[in-house]
Every structure is written in structure tokens, then in C-alpha cells.
């Protein structure tokens, strides 16, 4: 007894702040998972291999060789079973990481001032057609899918529909959902407060509890909003509701006024409130300098 005392009093002297940082970081990298394995249908395969490892502890207990040897080798094989059979919750994790806005590099080399403005100004402008185009589009019933891209890029959905890359408007966004038109059946993509492509492809999601109400349209939104953090609007062909979809949740029956909120809130109150960025400028030998100051403050305030 008295040197499991001294062990534990040694080992408590030994105790410094980086092991602190260590178990925090490791806690807090199990509490995520756990929070995440909840959420899936992966807590089912979770209960699956817990329930393999009791049998090799029982078969270990009760000396059982034939299960010891047949375990043992299943286990061996397991890390590769691990990543095949986790590979949609690997992916979200990954894709969760990659879209973390805490990025060193993104906040050095971001955006100009300027630009964000100026990029503001386009996705008001792009909100503003869309949302009289939904109205109309709402009241004939005629069926849209719209997808506006954030900071995951969408190149590979892209490359499916046809490049457009032209400034939102009320027209061209009816012309484009037309039911004569080529590229009706297909989603359009917003990139930059733009229309970048048309007849794109979109995957579906594998949600197997959404509502059978809801058509190849509303998947194909939900699917989109799965695998990244774009938001999609979609007008209901049946009914002519206007849905959105954020971050896999959809919101339905929505009107006007409340998709022109959604999309704002998503596209450009978002924006505004990332992190500031730096900026560089020349300072002249006589005390001037070239390049305009960070005003990041001043237009957050507007």
C-alpha cells in the first residue's frame, strides 16, 4: 500500500502543463467523436465492435482458443474494416475540419477590403432577383433548384451543368427554370453574387426519414447541404412552397420576406462577421503610404 502511495505522489510531482494540454486536447477530440457517432447511424456499428470486444474478453476468460485465434484475426483486419464501414462519418468529419474558419492562412491572405465590399454588393443584388424570381416562380408552381455556394468550393458539381458565369437577374432566372428550357431540370449555382453554372447534377441525400412529400428536388437540396455548406432554395413544382436547406435542416413553407432573410443571414451577415483581416501597405520615404487603410471596423458598424 505504501508504494502505491509514493507511485501516485510521483507521478502527481511529474504533472505539468503540457500534460494538462494533453488530456484537454485528447478529451475534447473523444467528447466530438462521441458527439458525432450520436447524431449518425454509426453508433449502431459502435455497439456492434463493443460487443466483439466482450467476446474476446470472455473468451480470454473462459480460455476459449478457437474464438481467441478467430478474434484475434478479425481485430488485425479491423482498422481497414474501421474506414470502410465509417467512411460517410470520416468524410463529414474531414469536410467539418476544412470548412473551420479558423484558418491562419485565410485570415493573412483574405480578401481586400474593397473586394468583400464589393462582393457584398453583388450577393445583394443576387438575393434581391432571387427572391422576386421565387415569388413568381411560387405562384405559377414552376419547379427551381438553386444552390449558393460558400466556402466550400463546388468545382466537381460544377462541372456537370453548363457554365454561365453571368450577372443574377429576374429574367434570366425565370428563363432558366422555364419548362421548355434545356436547363430546367437541372440545380443553378451562385458562386461570388453570380450565376456561375446551370444543369448541374446534385446528389441525393441518403436520409432515409426524410418525408415521402418531398420530391427528387428537396433531396437533391438536402444531399447538397450534407456534403458541404452551401445553401439551397428550392420552389416546389406541386405546391409552389418555397424551401431552404442549411447545414443538412430543411425549412419549409418559407415566404419571401423570410427567404430574403435566409439567404442574407447565410451570404452576408456571415461574411461580415469573420475574422478581421490584415492588410499591408507601402510607406513612403516622406511619410505617405500607399494602399488604403483596414477599415474592417468601420464597415462592420454598417
Not at 488485425?76 to 467512411?87: D, K, R, S
Not at 458539381?157 to 453571368?166: E, F, M, P, S
Request: aromatic content about 6%; glycine content about 6%; hydrophobic content about 45%.
Amino acid at each position: 500500500m505504501p508504494n502505491i502511495v509514493e507511485s501516485f505522489v510521483r507521478q502527481i510531482r511529474l504533472f505539468g502543463v503540457s500534460d494538462l494540454i494533453d488530456i484537454c486536447v485528447v478529451a475534447y477530440i473523444i467528447f466530438q467523436l462521441i458527439r458525432l457517432l450520436r447524431e449518425t447511424r454509426a453508433i449502431q456499428l459502435v455497439k456492434g465492435l463493443l460487443a466483439l470486444v466482450g467476446v474476446y474478453l470472455a473468451a480470454n476468460i473462459l480460455q476459449l482458443r478457437s474464438i481467441i485465434f478467430i478474434m484475434q484475426n478479425v481485430f488485425q483486419i479491423g482498422a481497414i474494416a474501421l474506414i470502410v464501414l465509417f467512411q460517410p462519418e470520416l468524410r463529414k468529419v474531414l469536410e467539418q475540419v476544412g470548412r473551420t474558419r479558423v484558418s491562419m492562412l485565410g485570415a493573412v491572405f483574405g480578401p481586400s477590403e474593397d473586394n468583400a465590399t464589393e462582393l457584398m454588393h453583388q450577393w445583394e443584388s443576387a438575393i434581391n432577383a432571387v427572391c422576386d424570381a421565387c415569388a413568381t416562380m411560387s405562384r405559377q408552381k414552376v419547379g427551381a433548384l438553386m444552390v449558393f455556394e460558400r466556402s466550400t468550393p463546388l468545382g466537381d458539381v460544377i462541372a456537370t451543368g453548363t457554365l454561365v458565369d453571368a450577372i443574377p437577374s429576374y429574367e434570366l432566372i425565370n428563363n432558366l427554370f422555364f419548362k421548355n428550357s434545356p436547363l430546367h431540370d437541372g440545380a443553378v449555382i451562385f458562386r461570388d453574387g453570380k450565376i456561375h453554372a446551370a444543369g448541374c447534377v446534385l446528389p441525393l441525400s441518403s436520409n432515409f426519414t426524410i418525408s415521402r412529400e418531398l420530391g427528387t428536388r428537396h433531396r437533391a437540396a438536402l444531399g447538397m447541404s450534407e456534403n458541404s455548406d452551401a445553401i439551397t432554395v428550392v420552389v416546389s413544382e406541386e405546391n409552389g412552397k418555397i424551401t431552404v436547406c442549411d447545414n443538412g435542416v430543411l425549412k419549409r413553407a418559407l415566404s419571401v420576406d423570410e427567404l430574403r432573410s435566409e439567404l442574407k443571414n447565410g451570404l452576408i451577415i456571415e461574411k461580415k462577421a469573420e475574422p478581421r483581416k490584415l492588410s499591408f501597405r507601402l510607406i513612403r520615404r516622406d511619410g505617405t503610404h500607399t494602399g488604403k487603410e483596414d477599415k474592417s471596423d468601420e464597415a462592420a458598424e454598417h
